[in-house]
Structures are given as structure tokens and as C-alpha cells.
């Protein structure tokens, strides 16, 4: 069977000729062509003979594929290092193991395991969910051969490419989640014909478009959360069958709420749709979804009343409409779900009061004895906290959040038999008189806010006990749950930010009530901590601790918050003088809980801008901090003796740099890579005359390389790699002559390589790869004699090795490979003894190879004693991915006998066409050099029947060539 390919815009084509059919075109996976040729022939016969279906392998192949290159199959383009796409997943590809024990394949029957149980449980209470998950019974009949793929499991495995349209060629598959990876493009309409499929996500990926024919598709679980799809949301609804399972959430959805909803799927136990652009009105109609357990909406623009159909959703455990436009009253209704948990209503613009059944037995608040979270904060809601309210929730909940509301009165006792209560939230509304002493008897309460109200009287000891309400009892007793009479704080208590502050000027009106958020005649200072209106170094220690969860940086720093103890006793601190100099937090747990998870945002503040007032500080190092957030103040340019600031590998700090920091005349390290600030590179940067390292990668800076580079004449370590950097590289960049690390790759540089870069004479490593550099790599290379390190790969890059590179003295590793270089190896790179990594493939070179360095035993691992002049560029006819033989192919591959190479290291074959050999034939014969006049239009775009010398048929077949330099017909 003879077969060619040909690409028809993003399709592959496989045209062969059958002996009874004649031509035949086969659209095939792009990276079908890169296969074996009896491997080609096995999967076209079973295509054939399988009403048009690959085989599983195949299909697997090319899932591998558009995962890790997308759809374009251009592995020579892919470089994600230390993160490859399935790196994890061993045997993927290996032809010797069945398909069957490629790890995150299934075949057969499907064992259930706690990753399988209902999504719902894990968006809802993550990995921890407890108990068993009824599956039904086992009906064994109806599951596929042991041989036939039913579960892909490939969440998690930092793929970033595309999803292949073929999938859906796995017959058997009943799950598929590809959920937690970078994956890109439209889900595709072949996804509707899964004949099995019973769960999909595709969750927290990058997906666009809308759903498209996917809407077709019958699953029971459907998980398309945290992508970016669009289009209306009846798209979503209308045309998923038997969804019993549908997320939705964090897209740009819009349109309204179908008002057939419920008809059009009954059997929908939970829907998500959060975080989207939904409006309209919540339909009379919603309560006749009698298996809802779970909907949210919140987030959107929803609007109008709550319909009060809702009381007859007898199952439902969540409902979330938070953060929308709804307006009227709260439904008594609302207690018809006796199943609820979760009732969430916050940031709407629900008015009146808090509604109570009068006699009606089915509709009081004491139905609903499973409800643990009820937040009906930032509404309208007036009139009073009615008693039979309270105690109807009293019994299992833990949370109660009714802030920033009107409702007056006072506080009820029966506040007080809540006894399960661990929130309870009634700021910034009226209420008025004391504080029940009843409240001192909740044991299990953890957070409360009575601030900005009218409160009198006393706060009842029980509340004070150390640290059982929150961390800052402990250090403020019950001034952390209210500030006293003629007190006050931006917060209404003491916590992180400092002390309450004496107002003592208070109008008769004001100075009895307690938790007071403001004074006519004093400011509030953020980081006084013991309330007497000044700022001391000690007290900026201490919010610095405060404010990211000291408690839990470890037992070291306990004595942090001991003001007794001074600043240069403190660990972490070094003093010179009796001044801090010096702040190296590396080892402190920084934002975190007890358990070492992140806390949540209020509770990790980052750099205080009053770290400033730090006046003598030269030392600031923070690295490795993980979940230190916020960004960098822009007072740390008052901070005149700075000289090392390490904020390295803080991936939740963002926010741009500051040009303050331009004026640190002292600064010499500066090293925020691996973090996650953004804008530009300031220029001011590079006014530091002293600076000497600049690590900046791995961060989301954008714009291009400041003109003002070459004003850091001590830089030594300039580091920008892996941004989002464009424009070029400066040619003051030859004015850096300490500068010994150029780090740049991983960006879209483009432009040339500047000639000036030769004048930095201190440079060892160039590390530009790529990028979209052009041009040809300057000779002026050769003249830094110090020079070790080139690393140039994949760029656009023309032109021939520079022979000068060669003669370095201590150059010993060279790579660039994936370029448009040609010409031949220079005898000097062969001459070259300290060569030990010379890296080629992928260009446009020819021979000879130096026999210097095919017979060099110390070169690229020393493969050359077992491939010799291949283990430098694989001949001609022969290819690798990596252009040259290596131990993990056994050698370079031989081309199929339709194909062949053009250049020595070469990483795919080709179909050679007459362009081709006489293009390759100018390069060798050096025709840059010829007469212009007598081989004009070479190499041009016009087709080789216009090249001067060339002699073609008119149906356009090469007859005869003509070189007038060498009078050879």
C-alpha cells in the first residue's frame, strides 16, 4: 500500500491507492504521517474495516498529541520545561505495553474509587467527602470487554494544548475528565456522539466558544466550570438530556433563566451557574424541580422576587443566589425546604422585615432543622430579630451572617441557644441596648462582629476568654470583641491593624456606645497597637505579624507579639546598632493555618506600607513564601538604605514594581522571580548604579526591554526570562560590561541579536532560546573571551555558524538548534576541546561534519563512540526530534521510502520537490556569492521556473538547468 499526505489548511489528508477502489482520501490525526509506514498501513486497513473508526491506540496517540502540541502537531515548537504535558503518565506511547496499563487509562469494568464519586461532592466539600456513594447494583452484562477503554483520567497532568476531535471514537468510554489542565480552542461537536458516556469534566481549562453540538451529548454529570465559554444559557439547557449533574459556573454565559426549565430537565439534581452574566427573573416554575439538591446562581444579574414555589424544592441542600439584583421580601416559603443547609442571599436588594409564619405549622423556621448557614447580609432588610426566628434556626446552625442591613431593636437572649454557632455577623445595622449574656455561653463560637451598632453596657466575660472568639483576644481581651465607650478603630475592635484609640472629645450621644468605627477629632493609625497615637518600630514588627497570621509562622517567633521583648532580640531580625537592618522571614510559615494550609485573604495582608518608617532597613528577604500575598508599596522608596530585597518564588504577591524603587541608590539585589507581579519593567530600575543582580522571570510583566538597560553598569545577573516581553533587545545592552548572566528566553523577543553585545566582555551564559530573535548570530560573539554557555534554540535565526565562536577558549556548551541556520560545521567548533554539548538539529546545514568532532568521545554525552558523526546531525535521509542520534531512539530514524531529507540533522521527513534540491544545492554551492546577473531570482517565492538557468515544460516539469558561471549544461 503506497500512501502521501497533504495538508489542506488545519485537515491532514492521506491519499493512497486501493487496487479495487482507485483514490482514496482519508482525513487522518496530523501526526499520523510522522508514523511507520506498516504501522500507517495497519491503522488505514482497520479504518476500513471498522466503518470508519481507529483503533483505541490510535486514538489514545492522538489525545497524547493535541494535549501536549495542540492541533497544529508541531513538537519542534513545544518547550514547556520541568512541566511536560503527562510527564507523570508512564508507558504513554510505548508501543511495547498495552494500552490498557497506560497509567490514567481503564479498560473494563470500572471500579468506583473516591475520585468517582459525584463532582458535587467535591466542588462542594472538597477531596474530604466521608461515607459510602450509592453506584446501584452491578450489572456486569452490560459492561465492555476487559480490552475496550471505558475511563480516562488525565485531570491534573499540566497539558496545554487542544482537545482531538476522534475521541469520541472510544465506543466504550463511560468517563472522561480532562478537568484541572491548561487545555485551549472549542470542545468539539464530535464530542455529541459518545454512544456510553456517562460523565464528563472539562473543567478549570480554557475552553471558548459555546457549547455547540455538545448540548446533544447524554451524560448524567456534565462538569464545564472555569472555562470561558459564551453564548446564551438555554443553549446549555435545552439539549442535554438525562443531565442529572451540570456546572456551568465561571463562564461568560448570558442570557436569562428558560421559564420551562424544570420541564425541560427534571431529572436535574444540581446546577451551577455561578460567576457568569445570567439576568432575567427566577420563574414560578423552579419549584417543580422535585430531585434539585443543590442550585446556585450566585454572582450573576438575576433580578425580581424569589418566587415562593421555592418552599415546594422538599430536597433541595443548597441555595445560592447571592450577589445579584433580587428585590421584594423574603418569602415565608423559604421554610418549606426542610432539607436545606445552605441558604445564601447576601448582596441583593431584599427589603423588609424578617418574616414569621403566623399559625401556619408547615411553614415556620423550626422546619428547618438541617440548616447550618444562613447569610442574608448587604440587603435592605428593616424592622426587628424576631425570637421565634432565632430559635427556629437554633438548632444546627453554625453560621448566621445579617450585616449591613436596618434592623433594629435589640438582641434577643435566645442569640444565646445557638449552641452550635460558630459565625455570627450582625454589624452596621441599629440595634440597640446591651449585649445578652447569653452570648457568653456559645462555646463553639469563633468569629464574631457586633460592630457599628448602638450597643451599650458591657461585653459578658465568656466572650473574652483567650482566643476562643478570635486570635485577638488574646492580646486585646474584649476590647478585640468591641471597642469601649470613648474608643474607637476604623473595624470597631482591636485586631490586626492596632489598638483601639481613645476619642475623648465624644458627644454625650456617642461616647456610651461601644464598637465606634470613627472620632470627629482624632485619625486612626494603622499599626499603633497599644492605642496611644504614635508608630514605633516595634509596633511595625508586631503588625507585620498581626496582619499575616503570626500565630502559625512557627514556635521561633512567638516572641514576635511579646513587646517586651525588643526588636533586636526578635528572631528573624538583625540590628546594627539598635537598628533594624535587617528582616529574613525564609523559614517563617507566613499565611498559614495551624494546619499548614493558606488562610484567607483578611488574614494575610503582605508588606505593610508602614514597614517604611523602618528608616534604617537594608534587608528585606522574603523568598519561598507561598502564600504571602499583596503587592509591593510604593513607600519602599523611602527605605534609603535598602540593598537586598527577595521577594523570589511568592506566587500570590502581584501588583506592579513600584518606579519608587528606581531612587534605592544602595539597591544591589533585586530578585522578584518566580512570583506573579505584572505591568512593565520600570526603567527607573535602571538608574541603580549599584545594582549588580536583577532576577525578574517567571513573572506576568509585559512591554518590551527599557532603552535605559545599559545605564546598570554592575549589573552581573540580568534574568528576564519566561515573561511576556516583545520589542528588541537594546543595543545599549553592550554597555552592560559586568553583566555575566543574560537570561531572556521563553518570551517573543524579536529582532536581531545586536553586534553591540559583543562588548560585554564579563559574559558566560547567553540564554535567549526561544524567542523570535531573526538575523544572523553576530560574530562580535567571538570577542568575549569568557564566554561558556550559547543558548539559542528555537528562534528564526539565518545565516552561518560563526566560525569565530569556535575558537573560544571556554565555550563548552552550544545550542541552536530549531533555527534557519545553514552553511556547514566551521572546522573551529571540531578544533574545539571544551565543547561538551553541541546541539544542531533542526536547521538547514549540510556537510561535511568536522571528523574532529564526529571522533570527539567527550561530545554530547559521549554518544558519538556508539553513532559517530550522527550522534552531531543525522544524515541525510535519516531524522530525530532532536536532529541528531540519541540512546532513546536507538540512533536517527530512517525516513519512509516516499520521503527523505534535505538537511543533515533534520526532525521530520519530507516529500522532496525540485525547490527543495535546487534550494539545497545553492546553499552548498554558496550561491549567496554568485553573480546576481546571471542566477537572478533564486530562492525567490516566484516558483523555480523563474529562476535564471532553469528550463521548464509548460505544464511547469523541470526540463534542463543552465549555469552560465561554470558553462555546464
Known amino acids: ?384 430579630l424576631p425570637p421565634s426566628f432565632v430559635l427556629g434556626i437554633s438548632s444546627s446552625l453554625t453560621s448566621l451572617n445579617l450585616g449591613l442591613n436596618s434592623i433594629t431593636g435589640t438582641l434577643p437572649p435566645e442569640l444565646g441557644r445557638m449552641k452550635h454557632v460558630v459565625q455570627l455577623n450582625l454589624p452596621l445595622n441599629d440595634f440597640e441596648g446591651t449585649i445578652p449574656f447569653e452570648l457568653g455561653r456559645l462555646l463553639e463560637l469563633k468569629e464574631l462582629n457586633l460592630t457599628s451598632n448602638r450597643l451599650e453596657g458591657t461585653i459578658p466575660r465568656g466572650l473574652c476568654d483567650e482566643g476562643r472568639v478570635n486570635n485577638f483576644v488574646q492580646f486585646y481581651s474584649c476590647n478585640a470583641i468591641l471597642c469601649p465607650a470613648g474608643t474607637f478603630h476604623i473595624d470597631g475592635a482591636a485586631n490586626s491593624q492596632g489598638a483601639c484609640r481613645s476619642c475623648p472629645k465624644a458627644k454625650d450621644s456617642l461616647s456610651k456606645l461601644l464598637g465606634r468605627t470613627t472620632c470627629e477629632e482624632e485619625d486612626f493609625l494603622i499599626g499603633d497597637m497599644d492605642g496611644d497615637g504614635r508608630q514605633s518600630p516595634r509596633e511595625m514588627l508586631v503588625l507585620f505579624y498581626m496582619q499575616n497570621s503570626g500565630l502559625t509562622w512557627g514556635e521561633k517567633y512567638s516572641s514576635w507579639i511579646n513587646t517586651a521583648v525588643t526588636n533586636c532580640e526578635l528572631p528573624g531580625i538583625t540590628c546594627v546598632g539598635f537598628e533594624i537592618a535587617k528582616i529574613d522571614l525564609s523559614d517563617a510559615q507566613l499565611c498559614t493555618d495551624q494546619n499548614g494550609k493558606q488562610v484567607p485573604p483578611d488574614q494575610c495582608r503582605g508588606i505593610p506600607s508602614e514597614l517604611a518608617l523602618l528608616s534604617n532597613l537594608e534587608v528585606i528577604a522574603l523568598p519561598r513564601r507561598q502564600f504571602l500575598r499583596g503587592s509591593i508599596p510604593t513607600e519602599i522608596g523611602l527605605l534609603s538604605k535598602l540593598r537586598y530585597l527577595d521577594l523570589s518564588h511568592c506566587p500570590e504577591m502581584k501588583g506592579p514594581i513600584p518606579t519608587e524603587i528606581g531612587i534605592l541608590n544602595h539597591m544591589k539585589v533585586l530578585n522578584l522571580a518566580n512570583s506573579h507581579f505584572t505591568g512593565t519593567i520600570p526603567s527607573e530600575i535602571f538608574q541603580l548604579t549599584q545594582l549588580e543582580k536583577l532576577h525578574l522571570s517567571a513573572n506576568h510583566f509585559t512591554g518590551t526591554i527599557p532603552e535605559q538597560v545599559g545605564n546598570a553598569k554592575s549589573l552581573r545577573e540580568f534574568m528576564i526570562s519566561r515573561l511576556f516581553l516583545k520589542g528588541t533587545i537594546p543595543k545599549s545592552i553592550g554597555k552592560l560590561i559586568a553583566v555575566e548572566n543574560f537570561e531572556l528566553y521563553g518570551s517573543s523577543i524579536e529582532g536581531t541579536i545586536p553586534k553591540e553585545i559583543g562588548k560585554c566582555s564579563s559574559l558566560k551564559r547567553l540564554d535567549a532560546f526561544n524567542n523570535n530573535l531573526t538575523g544572523v548570530i553576530p560574530t562580535t560573539l567571538g570577542q568575549i573571551e569568557s564566554l561558556q554557555i550559547i543558548h539559542l534554540k528555537k528562534n528564526q535565526l539565518t545565516g552561518k555558524l560563526p566560525e569565530e565562536i569556535g575558537n573560544l577558549k571556554f565555550v563548552s556548551w552550544i545550542d541552536v538548534s530549531s533555527n534557519i541556520l545553514s552553511g556547514s560545521i566551521p572546522p573551529s567548533y571540531g578544533n574545539n576541546r571544551m565543547i561538551k554539548d553541541l546541539r544542531l538539529g533542526g536547521n538547514r546545514l549540510h556537510a561535511p561534519i568536522p571528523s574532529s568532532l564526529c571522533n570527539n568521545n567527550k561530545i554530547n554525552g559521549g554518544r558519538t563512540r556508539t553513532y559517530g558523526c550522527d550522534a552531531i546531525l543525522c544524515p541525510l535521509g535519516y531524522y530525530d526530534a532532536t536532529g541528531y542520534a540519541n540512546d532513546s531512539n536507538g540512533g536517527c530514524t530512517k525516513c519512509n521510502d516516499d520521503k527523505t531529507t534535505i538537511y543533515l540533522g533534520s526532525t521530520s521527513c519530507v516529500e522532496l520537490r525540485p525547490e527543495d534540491i535546487l534550494s539545497m544545492f545553492y546553499d552548498v554551492m554558496r550561491g549567496e556569492l554568485w553573480d546576481e546577473s546571471e542566477v537572478h531570482m533564486w530562492k525567490s517565492k516566484t516558483g523555480i521556473c523563474h529562476w535564471d538557468g532553469v528550463v521548464c515544460e509548460e505544464d511547469g516539469t523541470l526540463v534542463s538547468l543552465s549555469f552560465p558561471l561554470t558553462q555546464a549544461d
Open 1 to 384: 500500500m503506497t500512501f502521501k499526505f497533504i495538508s489542506e489548511g488545519n485537515k491532514t489528508i492521506c491519499q493512497y491507492r486501493d487496487p479495487r477502489n482507485g483514490n482514496i482520501n482519508i482525513e487522518v490525526p496530523k501526526f499520523v504521517s510522522s508514523l511507520p509506514a506498516e504501522r500507517i498501513a495497519q491503522e488505514l486497513h482497520h479504518y476500513l474495516q471498522s466503518n470508519a473508526q481507529w483503533s483505541q491506540r490510535l486514538v489514545l496517540e492522538s489525545l497524547f498529541h493535541s494535549l501536549t502540541y495542540g492541533v497544529d502537531y508541531k513538537p519542534e515548537n513545544y518547550d514547556h520545561p520541568g512541566f511536560p504535558c503527562l510527564g507523570s503518565k508512564a508507558h504513554w506511547l510505548d508501543s511495547n505495553i498495552h494500552i490498557c496499563r497506560w497509567e490514567g487509562v481503564t479498560c473494563g469494568n470500572i471500579h468506583p474509587s473516591p475520585k468517582d464519586r459525584p463532582r458535587v461532592e467535591q466542588k462542594l466539600f472538597g477531596e474530604k467527602v466521608h461515607g459510602d456513594y450509592d453506584w446501584g447494583p452491578a450489572e456486569e452484562h452490560k459492561w465492555p470487554a476487559a480490552q475496550s477503554v471505558t475511563k480516562l483520567d488525565l485531570s491534573e497532568s499540566k497539558c496545554q494544548g487542544t482537545l482531538p476531535p476522534e475521541l469520541y471514537m472510544l465506543t466504550q468510554l463511560r468517563r472522561l475528565d480532562l478537568s484541572k489542565n491548561s487545555l485551549r480552542g472549542t470542545i468539539p461537536d464530535t464530542y455529541a456522539n459518545f454512544p456510553h458516556l456517562e460523565f464528563l469534566d472539562l473543567s478549570h481549562n480554557f475552553f471558548t466558544g459555546s457549547p455547540g453540538k455538545l448540548g446533544d451529548l447524554s451524560v448524567e454529570e456534565l462538569w464545564l466550570g472555569h472555562n470561558q465559554l459564551d453564548g446564551p444559557m438555554h443553549l446549555y439547557l435545552t439539549r442535554t438530556p438525562d443531565v442529572r449533574y451540570l456546572d456551568i459556573s465561571h463562564n461568560k454565559i448570558t442570557g436569562t433563566i428558560p421559564s420551562d426549565i424544570a420541564q425541560l430537565r427534571p431529572n436535574l439534581m444540581g446546577f451551577f451557574a455561578e460567576y457568569n452574566k445570567i439576568s432575567g427573573n427566577l420563574a414560578p416554575s423552579l419549584g417543580k424541580f422535585r430531585q434539585l439538591s443543590y442550585l446556585r446562581l450566585d454572582h450573576n444579574l438575576v433580578e425580581g422576587t424569589i418566587p415562593t414555589s421555592v418552599g415546594l424544592l422538599e430536597n433541595l441542600r443548597l441555595f445560592q443566589l447571592n450577589n445579584n439584583r433580587l428585590n421584594g421580601t423574603l418569602p415565608i416559603e423559604l421554610t418549606g425546604m426542610r432539607q436545606l443547609e445552605t441558604l445564601l442571599l447576601s448582596v441583593n436588594e431584599l427589603s423588609g422585615s424578617i418574616p414569621v409564619a403566623d399559625g401556619e405549622d408547615n411553614l415556620q423556621w423550626s422546619n428547618m432543622l438541617l440548616l447550618k448557614q444562613l447569610d442574608i447580609d448587604s440587603n435592605n432588610l428593616t424592622g426587628t
